[in-house]
Structure formats: structure tokens, C-alpha cells
């Protein structure tokens, strides 16, 4: 336990404070290395370790190509590998265009306070990333939150917004797949009901690049190339390097250039990520067996949860390779994931706020870095785990 003498009105006694509340709440975090089996990371098709990766970052280096961008894209930061990066993307994801940017998070960030503007509507899914809901806030435009992969809810929405004078233009953020639960957002229907209302819907795909659609372009590929749908493709999950790919319509990738301070002001991601990154699209086509062989791991994951009676006790197969084990109490759920790790299964547990309260759970991630016998073994020491815990 923290230190209870510290007082609140010294330098740090604030933060003290904090601290030492979250500690009792048993939500208290802290950095925790890697170890045991790969149950944790977003490395689903086993691609930031691949010697193939490796090699094509080598090969760079000993072409020239620098660790570091040296500057922002609009100064002297835009290089080749960028611009090779970003013209490949293009090509493989069917947009018009496409921008790299840092990670995920600033990404989302940069498109929601740069594109919708003030006196237009920013309908989000309840259950959007957390990136997503601080562009929203720092954004211009009026924001309101919809159930959770309910269309009728984000048309309700629109149709108050509108019965209120709203005369802007509307714009709809969903992930595809959802980071937490691991289920699939709606899109065919999201995207009518953008067409309906000369909307925009911006797709994040962060859990789906790489591991659905044709060639792993996504869930949103039918819909990549209308000038009213932009993707966010993240480039640290299955694609195994970093950053993020923002594809969509040229003049809006133009406007981001012109208007987005977090692509401006920043210094572009390193020339060796945007080749990595390159690397790794062209395995996505050369190699389409690692999507198939997650598929069956997905699969056989749902069949262990039956076997092992822990469906029965109301962990149900997600259907995707984010399987979420939800245990509810938060002194609970860290305690399991604790007692997993202690017998070599790297199972991280996931605490409010970056769950609803009440929902702490483990995340289970399927990857390409296990095999169906540590599937086995993880869900035969999760059913032991549980039953010792009790209901």
C-alpha cells in the first residue's frame, strides 16, 4: 500500500490522492513486463516478430534510409518510404488516398477535430475507442452517443438533431470490430443510413485490418473509394509494425494536410515503420494462410469454451480473435489474470474507465503467436481459476 501519511496540500499530495483511491478501488494500474504465452497482444497474425519484416527494414538500412524523419511531413520529414507507403496503401485498401500518421490514437484524434465542423453533428457508438471520444471533445461539432450498434439509435440521432434546427452536416464514427467485446459493428446498414442522410461514416478497422475481408482489407472494404466513407487502417496490431493509415477521398486527406494540426505539427513517423508497414501489406497478399489459420483458432477457441463449461457459465465465443472473459468485480478479475500469469499465460485484465463499471474483465487475444494446445491449456487453467474464485 501507498504511503498514507502524505498529505493532500504538499507538491504531489493531489496526485497522492488519486493514486491511493484507485488502489482501493482495485484499479490501480502499473506497467508489467511480457511473459508466458501471447494471450495479450494485437499481434494476430504473427507479424511483428517475422524475420521477413526484420529483413525489409535491414535491407532499407543499408540503402540509406534514416532511423529518423529529421522533421514534420511539410518540412523536411516527407520522405519516399512515406509517400511509397502511402501510394501502396492506396492501391491495396481501393481509396483515393491515403495519410500516414503516428499511431491509432492520433489518427482518430486528428480526423474528428479536423474534418467535421463547427455546426455539424458527430454521432459515436457508445463503445468507440477512447481516442475517438477525445477528438469529439476537442472537436467543433455537436456530439451525441448512440447505443451500441443500434442504427435506429444513430438515426434517432440524426432525426433530434435535425428537429432541433440542426443544418449541418452529419458525420458517424463506429470501429468495425470492437477493441473490448470483439464484436462486429453493422456496417452495411450504418452505410445506408449514411447515404439516406448525405452523411459521412468514418470506420475505425484497428481489429480488422489485416485479418478480414479480401486480401485483409478490412470489413469496410465493400465500402472503401465513396466519397463518403474514410477508414482508419492502424498499422500496430496485425500488420505488426506502428502508426496508422487514414484512407478516404483525396480532397479530404488534402484538407488534413492543410487543416490538421496533430499531421502538421508533428514529426513524421520513421521512414523504417512506413517500410515495415509496406512489408507487411504485401505479405497480407502473398501469404493469405495466416488469415485462414486465425480463422480456425477462432474457431477452435469457441469449441474449448464449450468443452471446458466456461460458456455454460456465461463466457460465450465472441466469434472474432478479441475474446472477452467479463467477471464484473475489479479486485476479481485482476486476480485471475494474476493467478493465469503465474502459470505462464500472459492474460491481462481490463478495469473501468476502459470499461463500463461492472464489466472488468480479462481480454483474451488470439493470435498467431499460440497454437490451438495453448488455447487448451489456457481455457482448461481458466475453468480451474474460476471454479477456485468461485461464481
Known sequence: MMDETVKHDTLLGRFETTLRGLERKARLRSLAPREGLDFASNDYIGLAGLPRMAQAVCRALEQGTPVGAGGSRLLRGNTPEHEALEDAAAQFFRAEKVLLFGGGFIANYAVLTTLPQKGDLLVMDAKIHASAHEGARAGRAQVMEAAHNDVNAFEACIREWRAAGGTGRIWMTVESVYSMDGDIAPLEDLAALADRHDAFLFI?????????????????????????????????????????????????????????????????????????????????????????????????????????????????????QIQPVIVGDNARAMALAAALQARGFDVRGVRPPTVPEGTARLRVSLTLNVDEAAVTRLFDALAEEWERGGP
Not at 217 to 230: D, K, P
Not at 238 to 249: E, I
Open 204 to 320: 475505425d478497422e484497428a481489429h480488422a485490418t489485416g485479418i478480414y475481408g479480401p486480401q485483409g482489407r478490412g470489413l469496410a472494404a465493400t465500402f472503401e473509394g465513396r466519397e463518403n466513407v474514410l477508414v482508419l487502417h492502424t498499422c500496430g496490431k496485425a500488420l505488426g509494425s506502428s502508426g496508422a493509415l487514414v484512407a478516404g477521398a483525396k480532397v479530404l486527406c488534402d484538407f488534413m494536410v492543410n487543416r490538421s494540426r496533430p499531421f502538421i505539427f508533428a514529426t513524421a513517423p520513421s521512414p523504417l515503420v512506413a517500410v515495415a508497414t509496406q512489408e507487411a501489406l504485401a505479405i497480407l497478399q502473398d501469404e493469405p494462410e495466416r488469415r485462414e489459420k486465425l480463422a480456425r483458432l477462432v474457431a477452435f477457441a469457441g469449441q474449448e469454451l464449450e468443452r471446458t463449461g466456461l460458456a455454460a457459465k456465461g463466457v460465450k465465443a465472441s466469434g472474432t
